[in-house]
């Protein structure tokens, strides 16, 4: 579902902040992409849902290259930042409904996944409210419903659960089990290595622009825990 090949990005001083990064995600698959801050992981992301060009490598979402058709991309992705920088004048379900049109969704379909996804994250009440007036987390929680009413094929995430409440965080690990058993593929960024070890089939681990280590979660593990193989990375 996504194919990252070669990819490279440099920036104004001639710095490499990712470099000749080669990775794959397939249907119903959660990869953990994880590494220190500064290591590129944010630049990648960006990359993959089309918010930074770029001119070496290439990227492809199910098949098509985000170089060449990046609108057809964009079509089967849902992106979670770790910021929820949504427009502040909009009630909820106004913003909601923007994205709804922005992806086709059809009236009937998007009352129900409101309502159904809205409950689930506890919400409901709140969605005629101006999203000025959220907290964090219930910014956050407006995020993650919006990118899940259009079923997309590729679910990137960095780090959805900051701000979010147990349960909401609960709510959301089901969910995203869920979407690959119905064979979406999940990128997850996250600094808390804990969750990644339990929820992420896959993991690669980026230090300084390259993937240092990547496989299934056990076999990059093995008898030790995900934070001991990072601690060992990130000090070498």
């Keep these: 579902m996504l194919k ?5 990005k440099s920036y104004g001083n001639g710095i490499k902040a990712v470099d000749d990064l080669s990775i794959t ?7 953990g992409f994880i590494g220190p801050n500064g290591a590129g992981k944010s630049t990648t992301i960006k990359a993959i849902v089309g918010a930074l060009s770029f ?4 990227i ?17 992705i849902a992106y ?8 502040d004048h909009l009630t909820g379900i106004q913003y909601l409904n923007f994205i709804c049109d922005i992806f086709g969704v059809d009236k009937l379909e998007r009352n129900e996944k409101i309502k159904e996804y809205s409950t689930l994250f506890g919400l409901e009440t709140s969605l005629g409210d101006f999203i000025s007036a959220y907290s964090h987390g219930m910014k956050q929680k407006l995020v993650i419903i919006s990118s ?14 900051v701000g979010l409440d147990p349960i909401a965080s609960h709510t959301l690990k089901d969910l995203m089990r869920k979407m690959c058993n119905d064979g979406c593929a999940i990128l997850f960024s996250t600094h808390v290595l804990e ?7 896959k993991v690669g681990i980026i230090k300084q622009g390259k993937l240092v280590a990547e496989g299934d979660m056990q076999s990059v593990i093995g008898d030790k825990s995900l934070e001991n193989i990072f601690l060992e990375i990130a000090s070498k």
Excluded: R, W
């Design 80 to 87: 979670i930042p770790d910021n929820p920088d949504i427009y």
């Design 60 to 76: 492809f979402i199910d098949g098509v290259s985000m170089k060449q058709d990046p609108i057809g991309c964009k079509k089967n």
């Design 55 to 58: 001119d070496e490598g290439e």
């Design 195 to 201: 969750v990644a070890e339990k929820l992420c089939d």
């Design 148 to 161: 899940l009413i259009h079923k997309p094929k590729l679910l990137v995430l960095d780090e959805p659960f």
């Design 25 to 31: 995600v397939n249907k119903g698959e959660i990869y």
């Design 4 to 8: 990252i090949c070669n990819f490279t």
